[in-house]
């Protein structure tokens, strides 16, 4: 599969695109928890979302009633359309099930929303890396 970024110079997703010959399902992970990787906990601690929305012009990720073994799906869409706190780092959430290699149907965009405390200490840099792993269906 193809993950890109996509806006132009300030992209506001992540795309992932089924570039193959085979419906997928996508998973998402971070290496780092929001409290270690912005810190703070005033008014409330650090947290970092995500939430998935098709990208094709037709849906990509396919009803998944079933389907069972992978943290995050709490709904039969196959995306993960409300956004889900990124907990802990050892778990694959589930991203988006059963995307299509269809040409119509198979992307679609992952975003990030960051919650930063107000006693967050200032960085001069910091890293977090998410990794994406697509399975057969």
Same mark, same amino acid.
Request: glycine residues 10%; negative net charge.
């Given at each position: 599969?193809?993950?890109?970024?996509?806006?132009?110079?300030?992209?506001?997703?992540?795309?992932?695109?089924?570039?193959?010959?085979?419906?997928?399902?996508?998973?998402?992970?971070?290496?780092?928890?929001?409290?270690?990787?912005?810190?703070?906990?005033?008014?409330?601690?650090?947290?970092?979302?995500?939430?998935?929305?098709?990208?094709? $012009?037709?849906?990509?990720?396919?009803?998944?009633?079933?389907?069972?073994?992978?943290?995050?799906?709490?709904?039969?869409?196959?995306?993960?359309?409300?956004?889900?706190?990124?907990?802990?780092?050892?778990?694959?959430?589930?991203?988006?099930?059963?995307?299509?290699?269809?040409? $119509?149907?198979? $992307?679609?965009?992952?975003?990030?929303?960051?919650?930063?405390?107000?006693?967050?200490?200032v960085a001069t840099g910091a890293n977090a890396t998410l990794s994406f792993t697509a399975s057969n269906w």
């Open positions: 599969f193809n993950c890109s970024c996509t806006g132009g110079a300030a992209p506001d997703n992540i795309t992932v695109t089924n570039d193959g010959n085979t419906n997928i399902n996508v998973t998402v992970k971070t290496n780092v928890n929001a409290s270690s990787f912005i810190g703070g906990t005033e008014p409330f601690g650090a947290e970092m979302w995500f939430a998935t929305r098709n990208a094709s $012009s037709n849906p990509g990720c396919h009803n998944t009633t079933g389907m069972t073994g992978i943290a995050g799906f709490d709904n039969a869409t196959g995306l993960q359309h409300i956004w889900r706190n990124f907990s802990t780092t050892d778990v694959d959430y589930l991203a988006c099930a059963n995307l299509t290699p269809t040409a $119509s149907a198979n $992307s679609f965009s992952l975003f990030i929303k960051l919650f930063i405390p107000a006693d967050a200490p």
